[in-house]
């Protein structure tokens, strides 16, 4: 009973209050609300990529085509005369000298008949000399009037007869000699021998093709150049400038074979738009092997010097369907799609033939996130970028990209 009653008083008295609490109560709360700022969205940022200079820099123009090793000389080897294969004195692939023997073929039929052409030879030779004898004795009888001019003439016309008779021997008897010396097959040029298509016992005349050989100390490269190698090249050759070649094999990093272009077709052809051309190069140490696949890098600029390029890297290059393109980091970093026209690779960088400027910016990191006009978040890199290399340190990064502004500018 006391409870309710003690309700009740707080009550009426609480009421009573709220008159005087709620005028002021409510400036309080007004004030507090306008105090109190709407949140905003955050802005929306571009899209971050790495962004790098183009570069700019002295290069002699050089263009890449696949060719094929050939060999200077190539012969194959035939006898020159026939018999019986006797001996094979090669390895098979090895190295010979010039003048080795590489075959022998048996030498009996030609012994006896170079000891037969001796023995006509020594024949004759005395019957010739037999015969001077009796010419001598005769022109002293006909001095004396012992014989008639007729026995003269005719001991004359005999001596001359026995000459020519020795002469004909002395002829067979070289050709005796040098069939002898035919029974050894040598190789006519030093190189690479390939295998034996004949083997010991067989029989063979002069048309049968024992082996190969092919030259190795030298070796061409031929290859088919575009139009405009052509065009660049073909002036310094004919004037007899060397024009620098560089092949690389299919194992091998680069272009480390050093050489010269040789030779140039006089005409292109019409169906592929290609000529044919040819360098020679050293091949000492025996790496160049004729047939092999090898890469061809043709050097030249323009009259033979080198020429400003812009150069950028690979990794900034889309393609959209034939046409090659970069993104630009344009005005207010915003994207811009940039057509480009490519030319060979120098240093890592890809020469750019037109579609940008020095001093521009172009995206190479980061390019999958990039629209054409859309704002962009570039760090600056260098033109070397490669995601996959470990980050530089934070120093070394920025003494980096002052280098790289500096040499921009100095471009400018």
Same mark, same amino acid.
């Given at each position: 009973m006391q409870n309710r009653q003690r309700r009740k008083a707080m009550k009426q008295s609480l009421l009573a209050v709220l008159p005087f609490v709620l005028p002021l109560a409510l400036p309080l709360a007004l004030l507090g609300a306008c105090g109190e700022k709407p949140k905003e969205a955050p802005p929306q940022g571009g899209a971050p990529v790495s962004a790098a200079l183009v570069v700019e820099k002295e290069i002699t123009e050089t263009q890449e085509f696949s060719g094929r090793l050939e060999a200077i000389e190539r012969v194959e080897v035939r006898p020159r005369v026939g018999g019986y294969i006797t001996a094979v004195n090669f390895t098979p692939g090895s190295i010979v000298r010039k003048g080795d023997a590489l075959f022998v073929i048996d030498t009996r039929p030609y012994q006896a008949a170079l000891s037969g052409a001796e023995a006509a030879v020594a024949s004759?030779?005395?019957?010739a000399e037999l015969a001077k004898l009796e010419l001598t004795r005769a022109e002293r009888l006909y001095a004396d009037r012992a014989i008639a001019q007729r026995e003269l003439d005719e001991r004359a016309a005999g001596l001359k007869e026995l000459d020519a008779d020795l002469r004909g021997a002395q002829a067979a008897l070289e050709t005796a000699r040098l069939n002898m010396g035919y029974t050894r097959v040598q190789s006519p040029i030093a190189g690479r021998v390939s295998k034996a298509e004949i083997t010991v016992g067989n029989l063979v005349d002069?048309?049968?093709?024992?082996?190969? $050989? $092919?030259?190795?100390?030298?070796i061409y490269a031929s290859f088919?150049?575009?139009?405009?190698?052509?065009?660049r090249v073909a002036p310094l050759a004919h004037k007899g400038t060397a024009v620098p070649v560089r092949v690389g094999l299919a194992n091998e990093q680069g272009f480390p074979h050093e050489g010269k272009l040789e030779f140039v077709d006089n005409r292109l052809d019409p169906q592929s738009g290609s000529v044919r051309m040819r360098a020679t190069f050293v091949n000492a140490d025996n790496t160049l092997v004729p047939g092999l696949f090898a890469r061809v890098q043709v050097s030249g600029g323009k009259d033979g010097k080198a020429s400003q390029a812009l150069l950028i890297n690979e990794r900034a290059v889309g393609t959209d369907q034939n046409r090659k393109f970069v993104f630009v980091v344009g005005k207010d970093s915003k994207a811009e799609y940039r057509p480009v026209s490519l030319g060979p690779t120098v240093d890592g960088?890809?020469? $750019?033939?037109s579609g940008l400027q020095r001093g521009e910016k172009i995206v190479v990191?980061? =390019?999958q996130r990039v629209r054409p006009g859309a704002? =962009?978040?570039?760090?600056?890199?260098?033109?070397?970028?490669?995601?996959?290399?470990? &980050?530089? &340190?934070?120093?070394?990064?920025k003494v980096a990209d002052a280098a790289g502004a500096a040499r921009a500018e100095g471009t400018k």
């Amino acid at each position: 009973m006391q409870n309710r009653q003690r309700r009740k008083a707080m009550k009426q008295s609480l009421l009573a209050v709220l008159p005087f609490v709620l005028p002021l109560a409510l400036p309080l709360a007004l004030l507090g609300a306008c105090g109190e700022k709407p949140k905003e969205a955050p802005p929306q940022g571009g899209a971050p990529v790495s962004a790098a200079l183009v570069v700019e820099k002295e290069i002699t123009e050089t263009q890449e085509f696949s060719g094929r090793l050939e060999a200077i000389e190539r012969v194959e080897v035939r006898p020159r005369v026939g018999g019986y294969i006797t001996a094979v004195n090669f390895t098979p692939g090895s190295i010979v000298r010039k003048g080795d023997a590489l075959f022998v073929i048996d030498t009996r039929p030609y012994q006896a008949a170079l000891s037969g052409a001796e023995a006509a030879v020594a024949s004759n030779r005395a019957k010739a000399e037999l015969a001077k004898l009796e010419l001598t004795r005769a022109e002293r009888l006909y001095a004396d009037r012992a014989i008639a001019q007729r026995e003269l003439d005719e001991r004359a016309a005999g001596l001359k007869e026995l000459d020519a008779d020795l002469r004909g021997a002395q002829a067979a008897l070289e050709t005796a000699r040098l069939n002898m010396g035919y029974t050894r097959v040598q190789s006519p040029i030093a190189g690479r021998v390939s295998k034996a298509e004949i083997t010991v016992g067989n029989l063979v005349d002069t048309t049968a093709v024992l082996t190969s $050989v $092919v030259s190795v100390d030298k070796i061409y490269a031929s290859f088919d150049g575009d139009e405009e190698t052509y065009l660049r090249v073909a002036p310094l050759a004919h004037k007899g400038t060397a024009v620098p070649v560089r092949v690389g094999l299919a194992n091998e990093q680069g272009f480390p074979h050093e050489g010269k272009l040789e030779f140039v077709d006089n005409r292109l052809d019409p169906q592929s738009g290609s000529v044919r051309m040819r360098a020679t190069f050293v091949n000492a140490d025996n790496t160049l092997v004729p047939g092999l696949f090898a890469r061809v890098q043709v050097s030249g600029g323009k009259d033979g010097k080198a020429s400003q390029a812009l150069l950028i890297n690979e990794r900034a290059v889309g393609t959209d369907q034939n046409r090659k393109f970069v993104f630009v980091v344009g005005k207010d970093s915003k994207a811009e799609y940039r057509p480009v026209s490519l030319g060979p690779t120098v240093d890592g960088l890809r020469v $750019v033939r037109s579609g940008l400027q020095r001093g521009e910016k172009i995206v190479v990191g980061g =390019l999958q996130r990039v629209r054409p006009g859309a704002p =962009l978040a570039p760090q600056i890199v260098g033109m070397d970028y490669d995601p996959a290399a470990p &980050p530089k &340190p934070a120093k070394e990064t920025k003494v980096a990209d002052a280098a790289g502004a500096a040499r921009a500018e100095g471009t400018k």
